[in-house]
């Protein structure tokens, strides 16, 4: 997974654009396994607000997921710091984006 360099792998991290966002934007980042990959939001609190991809298997490559600005139940998520998680078999990497309303 992108980020992790374990073993000092020079894969770019994952980046979210823009960032500040203010309707929506991308995530994307790079796996070098085939595997399955699950990908979670998570507001301030810690509480899970999206789970935006739950894929198995996932191919080899650069990932993109579209974040549109909407959480569990098609809500809106508010202005906040947001979190976010990318399970895969190479481990675990998470980051932080912006919604500015």
Excluded: K, W
Aim: with cysteine; net charge positive.
């Amino acid at each position: 997974m992108a980020g992790l360099q374990p073993n000092g792998d020079t894969e770019p991290a994952p980046s979210v654009t823009p960032n500040p966002m203010r309707t929506g934007g991308h995530l994307a980042f790079t796996t070098s396994r085939v595997g399955s990959i699950i990908l979670r939001v998570f507001d301030a609190h810690g509480r899970v607000v999206g789970r935006l991809l739950d894929q198995s298997p996932t191919p080899v490559g650069i990932h993109v997921v579209a974040l549109e600005g909407r959480g569990v139940s098609d809500v809106p998520m508010r202005s906040c710091v947001y979190f976010y998680e990318i399970r895969s078999g190479e481990g675990i990497n998470t980051g932080r984006f912006v919604i500015m309303r």
